[in-house]
């Protein structure tokens, strides 16, 4: 058997105990049906994922979380979730054979913009990464100045103002 052939074996060995060793985890997620159908800034969504252990065997130290990816063109780039979800990471001790993990991944709209969101899962005892598909979303711009909170200071100082100076004079 020449070196070249046995190299090939090797490497063919090593992927297929890496497959079979890899999590057998399938991972879903939807919108939540309450999201608001035109999201913009300030607005609250969630997202439901469910974490499905495929397998015959548990899988131990399961930790899954969330990823946001901004997609605007020119703008690609993650998120940090620091604003946007205080939620950001779940894990089991054991996912059993056929059981499921469920959870919801509640967030704020901080920026406008378009959004990608994946969970991704990982066990302590895996090769491998598990990615659920995307779900995108579109966060529209709200004004940052609204008249009926900006009226009432903008008449109001200067009429305070004007009060307390001619209360002043008569003193």
């Not at 070249?4 to 890496?18: E, K, M, P, S, T």
Request: aromatic share 6%; proline share 8%; glycine share 8%.
């Amino acid at each position: 058997m020449s070196l070249r052939f046995a190299a090939l074996i090797g490497v063919a060995c090593l992927l297929i105990g890496a497959a079979a060793s890899a999590a057998p985890l399938s991972i879903g997620i939807r919108a939540d049906p309450a999201n608001p159908a035109t999201p913009k800034m300030g607005d609250r969504l969630a997202f439901h994922t469910t974490i499905r252990n495929e397998g015959p065997t548990p899988i131990n130290g399961l930790t899954a979380w969330i990823s946001l990816v901004q997609v605007d063109p020119g703008k690609e780039q993650p998120v940090d979730l620091e604003d946007w979800s205080a939620h950001k990471a779940v894990a089991a001790a054991t996912l059993g054979p056929g059981a499921e993990l469920t959870t919801d991944w509640p967030m704020r709209l901080i920026q406008a913009g378009h959004y990608r969101v994946v969970v991704s899962a990982a066990s302590r005892d895996g090769t491998a990464l598990t990615a659920s598909p995307f779900a995108d979303f579109s966060v529209a711009e709200k004004p940052v100045v609204e008249s009926a909170r900006v009226l009432p200071v903008a008449l109001g100082l200067p009429l305070l103002i004007g009060g307390a100076i001619l209360w002043r004079r008569r003193i």
